[in-house]
């Protein structure tokens, strides 16, 4: 199992929901975070509070419907000279629920493959290579299960996209230290999934944050987060390694 103790990890949407419960466990390991948020006042709580566990931050803000803005956000961690060893692409938006999904407009799909697909892959593209340089990387694209429902369409084919970009990324990374896998958290209760959620955010760990830790040098694998609840992180290691 990989000892983050020391890495840097950057985690999109960390502020709250899934990227909260991602910060505080890696804290909790002894990993460094670069925290995003779409606004830095936004990042103060989940900052001030992982410090507690002895690690460094390092906070920057993006819009990721805007892709210059998620350049001038890679090229400020590039300019601290940060080696970000994990990603964590989390940030995600739902941008509605449409009842007459025929007369979903196109800006909902504009904007949703700008935030959850666009976004993650200026990250993968400007990330991954200096890993492979340096031999190691972990990267986790968080993705999503729903299916069969047309009222989501541009949110789920937005996950579909980064789904299938992980995939055929992961069959050049496959076999070497870098890995790229995805996470589907469920459906749970946070600003995005809403109160009728049948699983607290909580539940997400440990297996939101397993293919950090993984070390089988296996790439382009999704592994579901409510799968693993109430697994130890070595529990929820030695059964991801089993999936295919």
Known sequence: ???????????TGASRGV??????FMAKMGCNLILHGRKLEHLKKISEEVKKFGIETYCVQ???SEPTQVVTMLDEIESTGIAVDIVFNNAGLQVAYRKDFWKTPIEDFEISFRVNFISAAL??????PPMIERGFGRVVNVTSGIK?????AAYSASKAALDKFTKDLSSKLDGTN?????ADPGWCRTDLGGPN?????????PG???????????SGRLFPAQAFTGLTLEEAVAKAEKMS
């Open 1 to 11: 199992m990989v000892n983050v103790k020391g890495k840097w990890a950057l985690i």
């Open 19 to 24: 990227g909260y419960q991602i910060a505080t």
């Open 62 to 64: 993006a819009e990721f």
């Open 123 to 128: 990250i993968c593209y400007r990330l991954i």
């Open 148 to 152: 069969n429902e047309p009222e989501q």
């Open 178 to 182: 870098v890995m790229i896998n995805l």
């Open 197 to 205: 959620a049948p699983n607290p955010v909580e539940s997400v760990i």
């Open 208 to 218: 939101i944050v397993v293919g950090a830790f993984i070390d089988d040098k296996k």
